[in-house]
T-cell receptor, first 109, second 115 residues
Framework: RKEVEQDPGPFNVPEGATVAFNCTYS??????FFWYRQDCRKEPKLLMS???SGNEDGRFTAQLNRASQYISLLIRDSKLSDSATYLC??????????FGPGTRLSVLP | EAEVAQSPRYKITEKSQAVAFWCDPI?????LYWYRQILGQGPELLVQ????????DSQLPKDRFSAERLKGVDSTLKIQPAELGDSAMYLC?????????????FGPGTRLTVL
């Protein structure tokens, strides 16, 4: 089993829709979690960190479920500009960052 | 806004040739990472530096890959000899420190094609 798993998609949604992605991780000792966004042929950029209590940034909401070992990303009121690949990243203290394979989102007009 | 610089942006080479990539992290960032990203997959860590020291190179194919960060600032990743399977995007990232909550900033990457 891979350390970080994501549904590769693509998720094709109309503008204005709400879409959610999940990411599961295998190492129960994992301590920090992030969502990165990667546009086609560009570098990844941090979208948001994921905190135990959950956090929200505008239209984006991230949740962490330690018991079930998954994190989620919810995007409300999707925009065309949200089309990208969303990478789940997990880190254990003193070890490296492990990236998931990414979930591809296409927001359609 | 400070950025991570990488060069070249694109490299085409024939198998068995040597290639080298350069990365200049954001000023003051002690931690530097080299990742390889194959199309359709997430970035995979090759090597991590803390200042000039290697912290993790467990995934670096040491028979053909080498990396250095001699003065703890910029870094070079070398492949010799290149193989067809090395075709990928090579991403450099830096962070202020190596703590697990530190954001990584990525450079634009070097896209390598091995013919």
């Amino acid at each position: 089993r891979k350390e970080v798993e994501q549904d590769p998609g693509p998720f094709n949604v109309p503008e204005g829709a709400t879409v959610a992605f999940n990411c599961t991780y295998s190492n129960s000792a994992s301590q920090s979690f992030f969502w990165y966004r990667q546009d086609c042929r560009k570098e990844p950029k941090l979208l948001m960190s994921v905190y135990s209590s959950g956090n929200e940034d505008g239209r984006f909401t991230a949740q962490l479920n330690r018991a079930s070992q998954y994190i989620s990303l919810l995007i409300r009121d999707s925009k065309l500009s949200d089309s990208a690949t969303y990478l789940c990243v997990v880190n254990n203290y003193g070890q490296n960052f492990v990236f998931g394979p990414g979930t591809r989102l296409s927001v359609l007009p | 806004e400070a950025e991570v610089a990488q060069s070249p942006r694109y490299k085409i080479t024939e198998k068995s040739q040597a290639v080298a990539f350069w990365c200049d992290p954001i000023s003051g960032h002690a931690t530097l990472y080299w990742y390889r990203q194959i199309l359709g997959q997430g970035p995979e860590l090759l090597v991590q530096f803390q200042d000039e020291s290697v912290v993790d190179d467990s995934q670096l194919p040491k028979d053909r890959f080498s990396a250095e960060r001699l003065k703890g600032v910029d870094s070079t990743l070398k492949i010799q000899p290149a193989e067809l399977g090395d075709s990928a995007m090579y991403l450099c990232a830096s962070s202020l420190a190596s703590g697990f909550n530190n954001e990584q900033f990525f450079g634009p990457g070097t896209r390598l094609t091995v013919l």
